[in-house]
């Protein structure tokens, strides 16, 4: 597992982050405390997750992704050093009409409340989950700032912004002198190259920003388990992937099929090698369900793919 400086900070997180979206959800506890040690296990060091995550789930309270995390690090005394926490605040929580957004009143409360779930003394990423379009950007900033001035919050980062909004941040943070977004979490992936690769990957690249891209494997397409002429499993997760699977995107996995079988590995992970390829990427988020998803996902870094099959996956891939 090779470690990369995360922005302009002095910290080095895993080249892969654990995604825990599905942590109380699709995993339940024991399932997650043992995805967690096994990624330990092999190196991961990067933990994202939300304060939402995973609230949509009937009777799951706001925060049960980090309450599960706080659990993991309470019963197994992990040294504190082994593990990087990201979170992220914005969604509503609970009925309170003004417990979401960024504004000052919710982030103060909201950060706490995460505190308390991950039983941490400091997040070490707290990240702006979207845009709030109700709040002056330097409000949320300066807020951040407080929060990290209070030991409360170590760095900050943003996920789900234009590049507008991206640079409207860190202009805002250098004429206040605020503390900056070091890192942003894009939907980046063979599937969604556009956004990223057209727009926010200048200013990455410029203001020396850490990318985290979420959904690597675009919701499961990417590992290769669907097609046009086999049936959608019935899941809500496997039915989000009925959107992707068009005749270019089907091209797209028959070429990574070719790849890994020249490599004998998985299509998901020739997927995910693709993204660690690209220099500007510092963490794709994984998100897996089982320690089987776990092992295939961590066997990505061990792919080396030549020069020309990364330009043939480009090309394939440039409409997207």
């Given at each position: 597992?090779?470690?990369?400086?995360?922005?302009?900070?002095?910290?080095?997180?895993?080249?892969?982050?654990?995604?825990?979206?599905?942590?109380?959800?699709?995993?339940?506890?024991?399932?997650?405390?043992?995805?967690?040690?096994?990624?330990?296990?092999?190196?991961?060091?990067?933990?994202?997750?939300?304060?939402?995550?995973?609230?949509?789930?009937?009777?799951?309270?706001?925060?049960?992704?980090?309450?599960?995390?706080?659990?993991?690090?309470?019963?197994?005394?992990?040294?504190?050093?082994?593990?990087?926490?990201?979170?992220?605040?914005?969604?509503?929580?609970?009925?309170?009409?003004?417990?979401?957004?960024?504004?000052?009143?919710?982030?103060?409360?909201?950060?706490?409340?995460?505190?308390?779930?991950?039983?941490?003394?400091?997040?070490?990423?707290?990240?702006?989950?979207?845009?709030?379009?109700?709040?002056?950007?330097?409000?949320?900033?300066?807020?951040?700032?407080?929060?990290?001035?209070?030991?409360?919050?170590?760095?900050?980062?943003?996920?789900?912004?234009?590049?507008?909004?991206?640079?409207?941040?860190?202009?805002?943070?250098?004429?206040?002198n605020l503390?900056?977004?070091?890192?942003?979490?894009?939907?980046?992936?063979?599937?969604?190259?556009?956004?990223?690769?057209?727009?926010?990957?200048?200013?990455?690249?410029?203001?020396?920003?850490?990318?985290?891209?979420?959904?690597?494997?675009?919701?499961?397409?990417?590992?290769?388990?669907?097609?046009?002429?086999?049936?959608?499993?019935?899941?809500?997760?496997?039915?989000?992937?009925?959107?992707?699977?068009?005749?270019?995107?089907?091209?797209?996995?028959?070429?990574?099929?070719?790849?890994?079988?020249?490599?004998?590995?998985?299509?998901?992970?020739?997927?995910?090698s693709w993204l660690?390829?690209?220099?500007?990427?510092?963490?794709?988020?994984?998100?897996?369900?089982?320690?089987?998803?776990?092992?295939?996902?961590?066997?990505?870094?061990?792919?080396?793919?030549?020069?020309?099959?990364?330009?043939?996956?480009?090309?394939?891939?440039?409409?997207?």
């Open positions: 597992m090779l470690y990369k400086t995360l922005g302009k900070t002095t910290m080095q997180v895993s080249e892969l982050c654990l995604g825990t979206m599905q942590f109380g959800w699709s995993v339940n506890q024991k399932g997650s405390f043992n995805i967690i040690s096994e990624a330990i296990e092999n190196g991961i060091n990067f933990i994202d997750t939300a304060n939402i995550y995973s609230q949509w789930i009937e009777n799951n309270d706001s925060g049960t992704s980090e309450s599960i995390i706080g659990n993991w690090i309470s019963q197994t005394n992990t040294p504190r050093d082994q593990y990087f926490i990201a979170t992220k605040v914005r969604g509503q929580i609970g009925q309170d009409p003004n417990n979401q957004g960024l504004g000052k009143h919710h982030i103060m409360k909201a950060v706490e409340d995460s505190l308390k779930r991950l039983k941490i003394e400091t997040i070490d990423l707290y990240q702006a989950h979207w845009p709030d379009q109700n709040t002056d950007i330097e409000e949320t900033l300066t807020a951040m700032d407080d929060l990290i001035k209070q030991g409360k919050v170590r760095y900050i980062g943003c996920s789900n912004y234009s590049n507008n909004q991206l640079i409207d941040a860190l202009l805002t943070s250098k004429t206040n503390a900056r977004f070091q890192s942003i979490q894009p939907h980046y992936s063979l599937i969604n190259r556009s956004e990223f690769e057209k727009h926010l990957q200048q200013t990455c690249e410029q203001y020396q920003l850490g990318v985290t891209p979420y959904s690597p494997l675009g919701a499961g397409f990417l590992t290769g388990k669907y097609h046009s002429n086999k049936p959608i499993p019935k899941s809500v997760r496997a039915s989000k992937t009925r959107k992707y699977i068009t005749k270019n995107n089907l091209e797209i996995i028959n070429t990574l099929s070719t790849i890994a079988l020249d490599h004998n590995k998985t299509v998901s992970q020739i997927a995910l660690l390829s690209k220099q500007l990427v510092t963490s794709p988020i994984i998100g897996p369900r089982t320690i089987n998803q776990l092992r295939d996902n961590v066997g990505s870094i061990h792919v080396k793919l030549t020069s020309p099959e990364i330009q043939q996956i480009d090309q394939v891939s440039k409409n997207n």
